[in-house]
């Protein structure tokens, strides 16, 4: 198979290690992609002592306390790459990540798709090793695949089309025989619930309002408890066009409006972007054991799998609301505060996708113990332009005795409460420069 040459040494390694440890530890990253990678290693490993945690503090003070627990062999999920100098000389270990990785290792198995020359931005996750591996255990494990891509799209790899590895593997189940069905991105129980629901596409003013939506549906004669997958072609078309023609309005990006259609691989009836949407709400509620449990095939646990996704997605189209209402305008920038720090990254992107000026960057503020944390996204557009958002957030929070980086269309920061206005101000203008600048040097 391709993609699998490369990492067969390991995965033996890999596989011998397991059958000789009693106790195995693992540690997987607290998102969807962590979960869905847990879920598949707690598929694969039988009659062994398996303990799994989610880890969302990746600090070394963190995973010592786990490490200080010197079980047989420790298993890391979508995290650890950044980590292998500090992990080596303490545990028996495995690591199957796809972030950046610090080196290779001669004492832990260190599976990273960049050292088979395969980007783990965009081509390979977490989920992807591990299911890989489940592969390498047993061809008939590739009924697996709704697992799989339950991480894959956590992990926004699909955006722009499957590539590279996930590809790879994509199209070895077309030849399964598994019914592929093209429908749209949004799911729920109903169409009225899939619309409520949905922040992939948010679409202003119909978003979280019941009735507006309700009144929508009838007047072009849409049953508002109908299933999208079960209505007439005609009414498909009538509701997909639609929904494109609100993004359009609001000048989305024609990329992310051509992702509202999807190719959903069916499992049970089940759609997969749906079951992402599932396991991604529960992993942001802190309830990975759920997750966990239905993705490992619970089905008792659904109704509260689907409440965990309910109480989501209202906080979280609240927060986009008042951010709405409260954003202010800056020449280069646009900021709002948020009450719910874990939904300011969700609150702007989304935001930034959907509704914002995309020529601007933008900033979500929240406020907590005296300090202001930062949390800025910029886009594509704004980054080819000249803007570094880490490096400008970084040099004006510690200009006021904060701190703060990142990458270049993403980053944070920390401030003192009585400087953000400062720190804006700043931030306004380093901003500017950037840009300016770019646009100086080109010129030359
Ligand atoms: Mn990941």
Same mark, same amino acid.
């Given at each position: 198979?391709?993609?699998?040459?490369?990492?067969?040494?390991?995965?033996?390694?890999?596989?011998?290690?397991?059958?000789?440890?009693?106790?195995?530890?693992?540690?997987?990253?607290?998102?969807?992609?962590?979960?869905?990678?847990?879920?598949?290693?707690?598929?694969?490993?039988?009659?062994?002592?398996?303990?799994?945690?989610?880890?969302?503090?990746?600090?070394?003070?963190?995973?010592?306390?786990?490490?200080?627990?010197?079980?047989?062999?420790?298993?890391? #999920?979508?995290?650890?790459?950044?980590?292998?100098?500090?992990? =080596?000389?303490?545990?028996?270990?495995?690591? #199957?990540?796809?972030?950046?990785? =610090?080196?290779?290792?001669?004492?832990? %198995?260190?599976?990273?798709?960049?050292?088979?020359?395969?980007?783990?931005?965009?081509?390979?996750?977490?989920? *992807? #090793?591990?299911?890989?591996?489940?592969?390498? &255990?047993?061809?008939?494990?590739?009924?697996?695949?709704?697992?799989?891509?339950?991480?894959?799209?956590?992990?926004? +790899?699909?955006?722009?089309?499957?590539?590279?590895?996930?590809?790879?593997?994509?199209?070895?189940?077309?030849?399964?025989?598994?019914? *592929?069905?093209?429908?749209?991105?949004?799911?729920?129980?109903?169409?009225?619930?899939?619309?409520?629901?949905?922040?992939?596409? $948010?679409?202003?003013?119909? *978003?979280?309002?019941?009735?507006?939506?309700?009144?929508?549906?009838?007047?072009?004669?849409?049953?508002? +408890?109908?299933?999208?997958?079960?209505?007439?072609? =005609?009414?498909?078309?009538?509701?997909?066009?639609?929904?494109?023609? +609100?993004?359009?309005?609001?000048?989305?990006?024609?990329?992310?409006?051509?992702?509202?259609?999807?190719?959903? $691989?069916?499992?049970?009836?089940?759609?997969?972007?749906?079951?992402?949407? #599932?396991?991604?709400?529960?992993?942001?509620?802190?309830? +990975?054991?759920?997750?966990?449990?239905?993705?490992?095939?619970?089905?008792? @646990?659904?109704?509260? !799998?689907?409440?965990?996704?309910?109480?989501?997605?209202?906080?979280?189209?609240?927060?986009?609301?008042?951010? %709405? @209402?409260?954003?202010?305008?800056?020449?280069? &920038?646009?900021?709002?505060?948020?009450?719910?720090?874990?939904?300011?990254?969700? !609150?702007?992107?989304?935001?930034?996708?959907?509704?914002?000026?995309?020529?601007?960057?933008?900033?979500?503020?929240?406020?907590?113990?005296?300090?202001?944390?930062?949390?800025?996204?910029? *886009?594509?557009?704004?980054?080819?332009?000249?803007?570094?958002?880490?490096?400008?957030?970084?040099?004006?929070?510690?200009?006021?005795?904060?701190?703060?980086?990142?990458?270049?269309?993403?980053?944070?920061?920390?401030?003192?409460?009585?400087?953000?206005?400062?720190? &804006?101000?700043?931030?306004?203008?380093?901003?500017?420069?950037?840009?300016?600048?770019?646009?100086?040097?080109?010129?030359?």
């Amino acid at each position: 198979m391709n993609g699998m040459e490369c990492f067969e040494n390991k995965f033996e390694k890999l596989k011998r290690a397991i059958e000789d440890a009693k106790d195995i530890r693992v540690l997987a990253h607290y998102d969807a992609d962590g979960v869905s990678s847990a879920a598949i290693i707690f598929k694969v490993i039988k009659n062994k002592k398996l303990h799994i945690s989610f880890i969302k503090d990746l600090s070394r003070d963190n995973i010592k306390k786990f490490l200080d627990e010197k079980k047989d062999f420790y298993i890391f #999920l979508d995290m650890g790459s950044s980590l292998i100098s500090f992990l =080596e000389n303490k545990v028996n270990g495995a690591v #199957l990540d796809h972030h950046p990785p =610090e080196k290779d290792s001669e004492n832990i %198995i260190h599976i990273n798709p960049y050292f088979c020359g395969i980007s783990g931005s965009r081509d390979a996750c977490g989920s *992807t #090793l591990a299911y890989l591996f489940s592969l390498y &255990l047993d061809e008939n494990n590739y009924i697996l695949y709704p697992i799989f891509l339950t991480g894959l799209i956590g992990d926004k +790899q699909n955006l722009g089309g499957y590539s590279g590895l996930n590809k790879d593997l994509i199209e070895k189940l077309r030849e399964k025989n598994i019914n *592929t069905k093209i429908t749209l991105r949004i799911q729920g129980k109903n169409i009225l619930e899939s619309l409520l629901y949905s922040t992939e596409p $948010f679409i202003e003013g119909y *978003t979280g309002k019941p009735d507006v939506l309700s009144s929508y549906l009838k007047s072009i004669n849409i049953d508002p +408890q109908a299933n999208f997958d079960s209505l007439e072609e =005609e009414k498909k078309i009538k509701i997909t066009s639609w929904i494109a023609l +609100q993004l359009i309005k609001r000048r989305v990006e024609r990329d992310i409006i051509e992702s509202i259609v999807v190719e959903n $691989f069916d499992y049970n009836g089940f759609n997969v972007f749906f079951l992402s949407d #599932l396991v991604d709400a529960c992993a942001r509620q802190e309830k +990975q054991g759920l997750a966990l449990a239905y993705l490992a095939g619970d089905k008792s @646990r659904e109704q509260e !799998v689907l409440q965990a996704f309910i109480d989501h997605k209202k906080v979280l189209i609240e927060e986009i609301y008042e951010a %709405i @209402r409260n954003k202010k305008d800056m020449q280069n &920038l646009q900021y709002f505060y948020v009450s719910e720090d874990s939904m300011a990254g969700a !609150v702007s992107g989304t935001l930034m996708m959907y509704y914002l000026d995309r020529e601007k960057v933008t900033v979500a503020l929240h406020e907590k113990d005296g300090e202001v944390r930062v949390s800025g996204r910029a *886009t594509r557009h704004l980054v080819s332009k000249g803007v570094n958002l880490g490096k400008s957030m970084g040099e004006c929070a510690e200009s006021l005795g904060g701190f703060g980086g990142g990458h270049d269309i993403a980053a944070g920061a920390n401030i003192p409460k009585e400087k953000v206005n400062e720190f &804006l101000n700043c931030l306004d203008l380093k901003l500017g420069e950037m840009i300016n600048d770019t646009k100086i040097a080109s010129k030359v």
